[in-house]
């Protein structure tokens, strides 16, 4: 069942594909060790960040 608020469905996961992106290990660290940090800063889960992390490349090249 849609969820009114969002317009999206009440199990986010059950409307999700997977995005492989290969970068090097020194990168894959860092964003590995930033996403956990905000994790628990913010509250937010793991998938509301790689969400947000692809609308904001989205949005920067107007994509």
Do not use: S
């Not at 199990?11 to 995005?19: D, G, I, Q, S, W």
């Not at 930033?34 to 989205?58: K, N, S």
């Amino acid at each position: 069942m849609p969820n009114p608020d969002q317009g999206r469905p009440e199990n986010p996961a059950a409307a999700l594909v997977e995005l492989k992106l290969l970068v090097p290990e020194d990168l894959y660290r860092a964003f590995q060790r930033c996403l956990w940090m905000r994790i628990h800063e913010d509250g937010r889960t793991q998938l509301q960040l790689m969400e947000e992390a692809v609308r904001d490349f989205l949005a920067k090249y107007g994509c």
